[in-house]
């Protein structure tokens, strides 16, 4: 098959066979590879239906000069600026300067024009999603909103959902998600659900995150922290994540994501970031709570290579108490 471009090549991952992880819990544990994605990341998904649908509505036209805007915990911005590389659009990407290293050099690599801005809680208007909404404006450019943008959901459930489905033939018992902004977790599940309405939708939370209270009792309340970046949200369920039909949530610590990072890395020969760890770990918990026999799916979100400054370094993993790989100690 040939792809005619960028847009073009996003999806059509494959569902790996996850092989401890499904030894482990006598279930078969499929990852569905998003780092294979030509951005890197999931996000590439939500980034091209965002913008197609920024295009159906007339906000840009390929080739034709236009602006895209985002506030972004990275991978977005990096699907958003290629996305629109490939079209002849300019791409305006705000991070909080915690994020990680890699992800920053990327963004400036392909050209971003990035604006970096310090952490601040979701309601201080220099929350970098609240900075990226008032630079759109005084740009007049298009704000991607990726937390409110229905188009990102959407995205999911035409592509991942149904790539899922297929993928599996239908046999599915679970499908398991961590949530930035809710996209993958809601579209998927829209998805899956309207296939075989018995498909259990399991949230994965880290630490610091509050949709695990809100999924559990109707409260977003959160405690403690975590080093996995683009996931969890502190006091607010995004717009894009109200209304996914949720079964259920687990919390997953740091040690349990990296544990599966450093495994699927040394042992599989898969490279992936944190939030994927996060996800098999919570792969792995559903499957034990079904029993033998099951098939769950997750999403492995990105690829390991983005976190090298973080994740696969020993003086930051010390420095947390967090495990270290053995072959990097
Ligand atoms: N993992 C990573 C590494 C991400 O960057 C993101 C998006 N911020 C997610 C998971 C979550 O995806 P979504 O926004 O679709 O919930």
Not at 155 to 174: F, L, N, Y
Request: charged residues 20%; contains cysteine; proline residues 5%.
């Amino acid at each position: 098959m040939i792809a005619t471009d960028f847009w073009d090549a996003v999806g059509n991952t494959p569902l790996i066979r996850l092989r401890r992880a499904s030894e482990e819990t006598g279930c078969e544990i499929l990852g569905k590879a998003e780092f294979m994605n030509p951005g890197g990341s999931v996000k590439d998904r939500a980034a091209i239906g965002i913008l197609g649908e920024a295009v159906k509505r007339g906000l840009l036209t390929p080739f034709q000069p236009g602006t895209v805007v985002e506030g972004t915990a990275g991978n977005t911005g990096i699907g958003l600026a290629l996305a629109a590389n490939a079209r002849g659009w300019k791409s305006v990407i705000v991070v909080p300067r915690t994020q990680s290293q890699e992800k920053l050099d990327f963004l400036r690599m392909i050209g971003a024009d990035l604006r970096l801005v310090d952490p601040k809680p979701l309601a201080d208007p220099n929350h970098y999603v609240n900075y990226s909404r008032r630079l759109a404006e005084e740009m007049g450019a298009v704000w991607a909103n990726q937390f409110g943008n229905s188009a990102n959901a959407t995205a999911h459930e035409m592509t991942t959902g149904v790539e899922i489905w297929e993928q599996t033939g239908g046999k599915i018992d679970a499908f398991t998600c961590s949530c930035g902004t809710g996209g993958t977790l809601h579209g998927t599940a829209r998805a899956l659900k309207a296939k075989k309405p018995g498909v259990k939708i399991v949230l994965a939370d880290p630490h610091g995150s509050g949709l695990y209270s809100w999924v559990k009792n109707g409260t977003v309340s959160a405690e403690g922290n975590s080093i996995t970046e683009g996931i969890g949200q502190a006091s607010k369920v995004p717009g894009v994540l109200e209304g996914a039909p949720i079964d259920d949530a687990v919390r997953i610590s740091d040690a349990e994501a990296l544990e599966q990072c450093f495994s699927l890395l040394k042992e599989e020969g898969l490279s992936v970031g944190g939030s994927a760890g996060l996800n098999v770990a919570a792969a792995i918990r559903v499957a034990r709570d079904l029993g033998p026999g099951h098939r769950v799916v997750t999403v492995l979100c990105d690829g390991g290579a983005r976190y090298q400054s973080k994740l696969f370094n020993p003086d930051f993993l010390r420095e947390r108490n967090l495990p270290v790989p053995s072959w990097l100690a």
